[in-house]
């Protein structure tokens, strides 16, 4: 005769919490976790670029409005350095960009925003990728260097919609 063992449902569902929340807190693994570095690592959420005490960061190619050969490279630029520097310029996909003022001012400490809200731009007029490629980009500090990077090109739509050359053409 075969004896017939049944699992009562709270234990089952005990062991089932159990499992769960081991693989569900496994994603966290200290400071090199991917939820921690992943905008090191080349994703749609932009990637980050430093040279010396100028950090680039959420680097992104837009694509201009349907029909143009332009893009606008949208990122933040701080200066954690005491002293002041300045964009000199910039290259994308080998061709220089036009930056609005044609050097941008970097003050001890500022955060300064290109292509969305703000009032700065970056942009190339002979840009040939297609989206969801990586182009090379190279920014030129006056005092820390060449900061080089490949960045993201991603179409202007949804979180990007209205990211556009200003002005529209150089």
Do not use: H, K
């Not at 809200?117 to 190339?124: F, P, Q, T, V």
């Not at 980009?137 to 209205?162: C, H, K, N, S, T």
């Amino acid at each position: 005769m075969a004896v017939r063992t049944s699992r009562s449902p709270l234990v089952v569902l005990i062991g089932a919490l159990a499992a769960a929340s081991l693989v569900l807190t496994g994603c966290f693994n200290g400071q090199n976790a991917m939820t921690t570095v992943q905008s090191d690592d080349l994703t749609g959420d932009g990637v980050q670029a430093q040279v010396g005490n100028i950090r680039a960061e959420n680097l992104l190619l837009v694509r201009g409005p349907e029909g143009s050969a332009s893009a606008t490279l949208a990122t933040r630029i701080v200066n954690g350095d005491p002293e002041a520097d300045r964009l000199l310029g910039v290259q994308i996909d080998g061709l220089p960009a036009y930056v609005t003022g044609d050097t941008v001012e970097l003050l001890p400490g500022e955060s300064i925003g290109f292509g969305y809200e703000s009032d700065l731009w970056i942009n190339s007029y002979d840009f040939s990728a297609a989206e969801s490629n990586y182009v090379p980009v190279a920014l030129q500090f006056e005092r820390a260097g060449i900061a080089r990077v490949d960045v993201l090109v991603v179409p202007p739509m949804g979180y990007y919609e209205g990211i556009e050359p200003v002005p529209p053409a150089a």
